[in-house]
Nanobody, 115 residues
């Protein structure tokens, strides 16, 4: 069973930066497009960034475009989300998963942006 483990969240002031990591077990990581999702309290989970299998194509939600950068290292079965210029509205639990054929969701990692 492939498992996804997110890490790197924390409390940061507005304007600050964080780097999230997503570690995937199993050998099939590189054949799937992957995404970072977030869910704020009382809101539905949303896809904020996605990356193609080889990492050459990325897409972002308008709300994070220009501030977040998604990347992946298929040799390490790991995906990253570099977040900068963070805003209070970025506060959420962040999850990683495949873009299609989702795996069971992991625990996520909490990101709180507050002064």
């Amino acid at each position: 069973q492939v498992q996804l483990v997110e890490s790197g969240g924390g409390l940061v002031q507005p304007g600050g930066s964080l780097r999230l990591s997503c570690a995937a077990s199993g050998s099939a990581f590189s054949i799937y497009a992957m995404g970072w999702y977030r869910q704020a309290p009382g809101k539905q989970r949303e896809l904020v960034a996605q990356i193609s299998r080889g990492g050459l194509t990325t897409n972002y939600a308008d709300s994070v475009k220009g501030r977040f950068t998604i990347s992946r290292d298929n040799a390490k079965n790991t995906m990253y989300l570099q977040m900068s210029s963070l805003k209070p509205e970025d506060t959420a639990v962040y999850y990683c998963n495949r873009v299609f054929m989702s795996l069971p969701w992991g625990q996520g990692t909490q990101v709180t942006v507050s002064a």
